[in-house]
């Protein structure tokens, strides 16, 4: 990774002060052990017009092989040519005098405002492809940056998550500093060490003079504590002690950990959340109003649902099942699981499972709810489904959602697009309709078909969502 | 004297304490057979008369007893039990288990009790208690029979326990483990007298009439006929049908298990009183024009019936109406109306018939279960269990199925010679019985077999927690909990329809490192490994680099249907590593596996091996056909990351220009490390080019796995390189036929030879070979299994694994200390249990049988164990 500070210096100040402020010599290369590697600073340039200050890192490779899990998820990575929170650590380190304003030689020159230019390749964005322009223009600078092919020799995969940036601006260099310090680890959303409290003095300290005014100013708090909502809370709290208006579940649920590698945009996953709440709603409300005493949720993800049904008393069994064992550990968390008692677990249990396999744990439930379940399983296995849920588990009162194909076009989606990258199909409402009708023709169940969400007099609603009940004869 | 004591049997010692139970156990039983109430006493609270302990003393003791009873334990109660309701308990507990409840009584005189108690140091209480115990006992002492128990013992003094010298464990009447046949078992005849001439005849049996004019059959080989039931009722000669079983029986050429007519009918000549109807009637007519001891004899024969029997080692059950696992060699009612009624609900369905359970399609049993009772059109497998009543009497065939060769034999009824109350001609399964299950198939389909049918949903409890399998190659490989969850997940998500996975690939470990300098892996390694293993010949072949599939042809679209028991037809199927379709579009997968096909049809695949269907085990490239994204997001990612960074950092150093050694010594790391950054991404766009459809495709196929039938393991990989080359000839551009050398490791010439080849072919970009023992299943002297491949590759494609820079000197040294056993364990219990998915399928086992092992694979796969080996 490397990152180069350019000036051509002020009619009083020629380009090499840059020098005194960095505190580092012009004529020899220096190095500093940093973690997993060394930082090398060195000058390609240092005349009174014009002086680079280049710092490069050398990710020693042995030490990555090693097993430093946090530096390395995989083996073949980019954390030695992407400038991450190891840049930021760097800077700490071997710019630290010029981070904190010091100068000892020439304390004047700390705060003087020289035209400066930031060179850094490589950086990595994750999401929104404007982030670098969001977060750099704000603080005036004028950003450049050339994105990078994936391969240029396949231009067919396109572009890749790289890019080398340019910034621009007259600033003291301890504020260029300091923005690269708090700003670049926002940029790939990832650091390489464990992030606690600490964090929060770290964050509010240097952002001290300008994060409160910055229009990202939560979604930087929020990545830089590493999207944990209990420490993005007290952060805002304590940098918006006039501004309580904050809401951070609303970034909890925009950044909320991504089931898939879907690149979908904030504002249509904000819109489809919104929807999952309602579907929720319209699916308690069958319930409550049918009276049923135990429900199963199949395909209870993280479980919001269960959530729901927990606090009524009105469900005396409920049970959440999903084939996602990583879900379920949510689910657990979130239900505060561990300090349950025996009394509660025996109401509520939640267990890995799947709908492709006859199970008799489902066996006894009044209901059972698929809450955008089915168009996660491929159509060839859907009878599998069928026969588990209707034929064997039973239950009085099914609940059935699934997306209507028909409404994506109102979400600006084309034919060929999915809502999220899993399904494995989208349905029109003719489609649901003739899927509910033969299931519950050949397992002996009444249905009836209700839209859930906005809805449009041409598409429909955004959601579907059918009640089975048992014919019992 | 002995006593007899049944082999399935709860043993209920009653007596008053001290009374002499526990002595006469310790005498009797071996230690592990006996369960004290004072033991379990004083497992719960430490003191063997700690009476507060009671209740938990003896939920431990039915507990600790059902276990054992479950598993078919003899298992003997020593507690006082001389109170009706914990007497009942116990007979409850017999009966849950379909043992016998066998009562040892010890009624003392009340003075020895006592004497025997004043003796006794370990007793804190009184010797009222005794005259208490005593009191109930002799209460209790002549109901015991109708308690339920069936045999009662009572000694009345201490001279008649003494008397006692051993026990006769005896056999219930339903085993007969003993016999192995081969026999004839023969489903229901309802009095088919000329049809069963017939199948007997047809069978090979020899009928005689002998002096005194009786039909004596025999069977030249030694076979045996082994009855169903139900000889009688509804047929026109249900008299004669009986005299010749009769005297089949009588002769030992033949054994029968009573049906419910026949049971019907022992009940009417025992004086009970039946509705005469379902032909009873006309049988009973039949009878009275018989001599009354004809009828007495008919009447002993049934009374002598055993509900079913257990034969050849316990291979084999014959029942009437089937039998559940938990059931089979025991003894109590309900398994005697099961065998006779099967698994009813008590609800009648709307012909007026029993509505029955599927206790077929949920069978996992070991042994096989033939059984008749209710007519099916054909008879047909369903786990191991098979019906062969075929409705003779309602104008279908009489069947025989031959053990154990498990061919079914059969004679066309002559007529219809009764309406059956259900009309059973009409293509119905075995499994279609549910109301709900029942398939709406068109007469255009392939009817699928009930197998099939039953297959169509797994059991969750086939797959989840810790599981053991055995593979017939191989030790116990032994799938643990967290590793079934992480395969539920893939299994669920995104494989294919688990009918089309008879197999899923081992993982394969890498030779141990080289020392040479520059090289991580080389063949020399490989070698040594197979030279150390005892293996003197191996076979060196390519190793493409593009990605696993497992492609599965169809002769026929339909064989899908007929032989994999899908819903649909199809051409067969392409599967990843995991049981992922391949191909995305199922046009292109259509497409793809019709051109394999006409390569097979060819090269005269089908009728050379006798088959309608092939597994291959293959390499399909190009790899960023189906890895696009792995390459995209990881290898490319990397690629360009590091170019653009150190091209930038190269840059600034050249403008640096100081006079500084550490600018030098900086400049040429940079640029060792550019350098290193080019290669690596010229290592992986080697394998990439485009596709388009299946324009650009190559498959290699490197094992031909399985065809109907059989499965190649028993070929050395020469076979399977020559098989593969004709097949490819017929399709040279698509179909890659794989290099490959035959080396002999004592041959320096012939190592030498390959090496050098080896070392050619990836300087040329190749991934490297796979050294393989010339036989598929190699074992060592000592029958130990060796690595069934190895692979050794070149140092280029390492960069692809390792990174850019994994050959500088220092990283290379630490990389050299990877270990490889947890690999290598990996990859034979993956490759035992692949084989043996591939045996169960072809031996048309369950498909659960086959699944579990496929599963396993995918489980061992998420044990933790570095991705770059």
């Not at chain 1, 929104?128 to 704000?138: A, H, S, V």
């Not at chain 2, 786990?383 to 059969?410: H, M, Q, W």
Request: with cysteine.
């Amino acid at each position: 990774m490397f990152l180069s500070i350019s000036t051509t210096g002020l009619p009083n100040n020629p380009a090499t002060d840059l020098g005194w402020l960095l505190h580092k010599r012009p004529d020899k290369v220096q190095s500093f052990a940093v973690a997993a590697g060394k930082a090398h600073v060195f000058y390609s340039e240092a005349s009174p017009k014009r002086c680079t200050a280049a710092m490069m890192l050398t990710i020693d490779p042995v030490a990555l092989v090693r097993g430093d899990s946090a530096l390395q998820d995989q083996y073949v990575n980019d954390r030695p040519y992407v400038a991450s929170s190891l840049v930021s650590t760097a800077i700490a380190n071997v710019y630290s005098s010029a981070l904190n304003g010091r100068c000892n030689d020439r304390p004047e020159l700390v705060n003087v405002a020289l035209p400066l230019t930031a060179t850094i390749a490589v950086v990595k964005v994750k999401g929104d492809t404007n982030t670098i322009q969001r977060l750099f223009q704000p603080l005036g600078y004028t950003v450049d940056v050339v994105r990078h092919y994936v391969d240029d020799r396949f231009p067919d995969w396109g572009y890749g998550p790289y890019y080398t940036l340019t910034l621009t601006h007259t600033l003291p260099v301890k504020n260029l500093l300091t923005h690269l310090y708090v700003l670049l680890p926002i940029l790939d959303n990832e650091k390489h060490y464990f992030v606690n409290q600490q964090e929060i003095d770290v964050l509010l300290k240097k952002g001290e003079g300008w994060l409160s005014a910055h229009p990202e100013r939560d979604f930087i708090t929020w990545r830089f504590l590493r999207r944990k909502a209990s420490l993005t809370r007290e952060a805002l709290d304590r940098l918006t002690a006039i501004d309580p208006e904050v809401d951070v579940d609303d970034l909890v649920q925009e950044e909320a950990p991504p089931t898939t590698t879907a690149e979908q945009e904030p504002e249509a996953t904000r819109t489809f959340i919104s929807l999952h709440e309602q579907r929720l709603k319209a699916a308690f409300e069958v319930l409550k109003r049918s009276g049923v005493n135990s429900v199963l949720d199949l395909g209870c993800g993280e479980g919001k649902l269960l959530r729901m049904l927990h606090t009524d008393p009105q469900f005396r069994r409920i049970a959440g099942m999903d084939v996602a064992y990583r879900d379920l550990l949510r689910a657990k968390d979130r239900l505060h699981y561990d300090q349950f008692n025996e009394s509660q677990r025996e109401r509520l249990s939640i267990f890995q499972g799947s709908l492709l396999y006859r199970d008799s744990r489902l066996n006894g439930f009044d209901s059972a709810t698929l809450i955008e379940v089915i168009e996660h399983v491929e159509p060839e296995r859907l009878p599998n489904l069928e026969r588990v849920v209707f034929e064997f588990a039973q239950p009085a009162l099914v609940i059935v959602t699934t997306p209507n194909k028909e409404y994506n076009q109102k979400y600006g989606m084309t034919d060929d697009q999915s809502r999220h990258t899993d399904h494995r199909f989208e349905w029109s409402r003719a489609e649901f309709s003739a899927w509910c009708a033969s299931v519950s023709q050949r397992f002996g169940y009444k249905v009836r078909i209700v839209g859930v969400g906005e809805a449009d007099p041409l598409v429909g609603a955004s959601s579907q969502m059918a009640v089975f009940d048992f014919n019992k004869s | 004297m002995t006593l007899d004591i049944p082999d399935m049997s709860l043993v209920v010692l009653i007596g008053p304490t001290s009374s002499g139970k526990s002595t006469f156990a310790r005498q009797h039983f071996s230690p592990t057979e006996i369960i004290s109430s004072d033991q379990c006493r004083g497992y719960v609270s430490d003191d063997d008369s700690d009476q507060s302990a009671t209740g938990d003393a003896f939920e431990l003791l039915h507990h600790w007893a059902s276990l054992r009873l479950k598993r078919g334990r003899v298992t003997v109660i020593d507690a006082t039990n001389v109170q009706q309701h914990a007497r009942k308990q116990l007979i409850e507990l017999a009966r849950e288990h379909h043992v016998l409840p066998v009562a040892i009584v010890f009624n003392l005189p009340e003075s020895v009790l006592k004497a025997r108690h004043e003796q006794r140091t370990d007793r804190s209480f009184g010797d009222h208690v005794i005259g208490s115990h005593q009191r109930e006992l002799r209460r209790s002492l002549k109901f015991l029979a109708k308690e339920g128990f069936r045999n009662v013992y009572v000694f009345n003094s201490p001279e008649e326990v003494a008397a006692v010298t051993g026990l006769q464990r005896t056999r219930l009447w339903n085993n007969r483990t003993d016999e192995h046949g081969p026999f004839d078992i023969i489903g229901d005849v309802h009095g088919c007298l000329t049809e069963l001439h017939e199948l007997l005849t047809k069978l090979g049996y020899v009928m005689k009439k002998d002096d005194a004019g009786i039909n004596r059959v025999t069977h030249p080989e030694g076979r045996k006929a082994l009855f169903v039931g139900d000889l009688i009722d509804r047929g026109p000669d249900s008299v004669s049908v009986l005299k010749l079983v009769m005297q089949m029986v009588a002769d030992q050429t033949g054994l029968c298990v009573p049906g419910n007519h026949d049971a019907k009918l022992g009940k009417y000549l025992a004086g009970k009183k039946v509705q005469l109807t379902h032909g009873l009637a006309e049988t009973v007519k039949q009878l009275e024009a018989e001599p009354i001891e004809f009828r007495q004899s008919v009447n002993a024969f049934i009374y002598k019936l055993v509900s079913h029997f257990v034969l050849d080692d316990g291979k084999l059950v014959v029942a009437h109406a089937g039998l559940k696992e938990s059931m089979q060699g025991r003894g109590s009612g309900t398994v005697r109306s099961f065998c006779l009624y099967g698994d009813t609900t008590g609800e009648i369905d709307e012909f007026g018939l029993p509505v029955r359970l599927d206790w077929a399609t949920n069978y996992k049993g070991k042994a096989m279960v033939v059984y008749g009772h209710t007519p099916f059109p054909e008879a047909e497998w369903v786990n191991n269990t098979i019906d062969i009543d075929t409705g003779c009497v309602f104008g279908g065939k009489l069947t025989a199925l031959r053990y154990p060769e498990r061919e079914l034999v059969s004679v066309p009824a002559h007529q219809l010679y009764s309406e059956p109350s259900r009309p059973f001609l009409t293509g119905t399964s075995i499994v279609g019985e549910l109301p709900i299950s029942v398939e709406h198939q068109p007469d255009t389909l392939p009817r699928r077999a009930a197998q099939h049918q039953a297959d169509d949903v797994l059991d969750m409890s086939d797959v989840l927690g810790k599981r053991v399998i055995q593979p017939r190659i191989g030790p116990l490989v032994t799938i643990r909990e967290e590793n079934a969850i992480a395969a539920l997940e893939i299994m669920s998500r995104f494989a294919v329809n688990p009918k089309w996975l008879l197999y899923l690939p081992p993982t394969m470990s890498p030779s141990e490192t080289s020392t040479l300098p520059g090289y991580l892996e080389h063949p020399a390694e490989a070698f040594a490994y197979y030279r150390n293993q005892g293996i003197t010949k191996v076979v060196c072949e390519e190793k493409h680099m593009g990605s696993r599939a497992v492609v599965i042809v169809c002769r026929e679209a339909t064989v899908a249907q007929t032989r994999f028991g899908l819903a649909d037809s199809a051409e067969g199927v392409v599967y990843t590593r995991t049981g992922r379709r391949f191909f995305l579009k199922l046009e292109i997968e259509t497409a793809f596996l019709q051109k394999v096909n006409r390569a097979l049809t060819a090269t005269n695949f089908w009728a050379d091996h006798n088959t309608d269907w092939v597994a291959l085990d293959c390499e399909l490239m190009p790899w960023s056909a189906k890895a696009t994204d792995l390459i995209r997001h990881q290898y490319a990612a990397v690629g360009t990351s590091g170019l653009n960074a150190l091209t930038a950092a190269q840059e600034a150093l050249k403008q640096a220009a100081l006079n500084d050694q550490a600018v030098a010594s900086l400049q040429s790391q940079t640029i060792e490390r550019l350098s290193n950054i080019q290669k690596y991404r010229t290592a992986y766009a080697t394998y990439c080019h485009e596709v388009d459809g299946l324009e650009g495709l190559v498959l290699a196929p490197f094992h031909v796995l399985a065809t109907e039938g059989n499965v190649y393991a028993n070929r050395p990989h020469t076979w399977h390189m020559e098989t593969i080359a004709t097949l490819c000839a017929a399709d040279p551009g698509f179909l890659l036929a794989t290099p490959y050398h035959v080396v002999d490791l004592n041959n320096g010439a012939s190592v030498e030879a390959v090496t050098d080849w080896w070392v050619r072919l990836t300087a040329a970009g190749g991934e490297g070979m796979v050294v393989k023992p010339f036989d598929f299943i190699a074992k060592t002297d000592k029958g130990k299994l060796i690595q069934p491949a190895i692979k050794c590759r070149g140092s280029e494609y390492l960069r692809i694994i390792y990174g850019p820079d994994y050959d500088t000197p220092d990283y290379l040294t630490e990389l050299r200390q990877r270990g490889l056993t947890t690999k290598r364990t990996m990859a034979l219990r993956e490759f035992t249990l692949g084989l043996e998915a591939m045996e169960r399928f072809i031996d048309r086992e369950p498909l659960r049988r086959t699944h579990e092992c496929v599963f396993g694979v995918l489980a061992l796969e998420s044990e933790p164990v570095d991705p770059r080996l």
